[in-house]
């Protein structure tokens, strides 16, 4: 799965947020099904900035039509139904190391 590690670099929230849409864009054009964004929790366990404002930006591209649709950590698991229809359309990624961790540092964007 095509991921954007912002834990990696820890850039400040602006160029994050330029990052994130910069590389779903690559992602788009390759005609991956699904990205994976490691933002991190933030480390108060409240949830981090970027967290919070990459989700915003989620939202408003989902709104946009830029995306179909996103998945928290939390919901990466194959209980959930969004996450049993994106297994259906690509099976490679049940070998996500992440998929049934419950992992709030994580959201899945499908493409």
Known sequence: ???INLKKENP???VALAIIEIELEKAIFSQEIAVKILHGYGSHGKGGIILIKAR???SQ???ERKIKDYLFGDK??????KTKKLLQKDKS???DEDLNKN???ITIVVL
Do not use: H, I, R
Not at 76 to 81: A, E, G, L, P, S
């Open 61 to 63: 591209m989902k709104k």
């Open 12 to 14: 400040p929230l602006d």
């Open 56 to 58: 915003e930006l989620l």
């Open 103 to 105: 992992n709030p540092g």
């Open 1 to 3: 799965m095509w991921t």
């Open 93 to 95: 990624l049940a070998d």
């Open 76 to 81: 990466w698991n194959v209980f959930d139904d």
